[in-house]
């Protein structure tokens, strides 16, 4: 059973930090690239950050500088950490595994997906 379990969510205020975690299980997700996505109320889900097998990265313009991705393979797991948040990072963020080594560049072509875990920053 394939399952992406986040963590680390919360409340912090503009100026602050956090560090999502995501433990990944069911299927040998380090061979492939995996990423984090969020969704605001009345938005479509967006990329954040993604990284390949080989641990190439890519960051949305907006994260750029402040957002960074990383991943353990023998413990299929990721992590985002997130500095300098400010009131439009306000989202939940959803883990998100692939099965290619490249990341897709559509949403719709990730097969697996954590819960999600939310994110507020007030201003």
């Known amino acids: 059973q394939v399952q992406l379990v986040e963590s680390g969510g919360g409340l912090v205020q503009a100026g602050g930090s956090l560090r999502l975690s995501c433990a990944a299980s069911?299927?040998?997700?380090?061979?492939?690239?995996m990423g984090w996505f969020r969704q605001a109320p009345e938005k479509q889900r967006e990329m954040v950050a993604t990284?390949?097998?080989?641990?190439?990265?890519k960051y949305a313009d907006s994260v750029k500088g402040r957002f960074t991705i990383s991943r353990n393979n023998a413990k299929d797991t990721i992590d985002l950490q997130m500095n300098n948040l400010k009131p439009e990072d306000t989202a939940v963020y959803y883990c998100?595994?692939?099965?290619?080594?490249?990341?897709?560049?559509?949403?719709?072509?990730?097969?697996?997906w954590g819960q999600g875990t939310q994110v507020t920053v007030s201003s």
């Open positions: 998100a595994g692939s099965s290619t080594y490249v990341a897709p560049t559509s949403v719709r072509m990730w097969p697996d």
């Open positions: 069911g299927r040998p997700f380090s061979r492939y690239a």
């Open positions: 990284i390949s097998n080989g641990g190439n990265t």
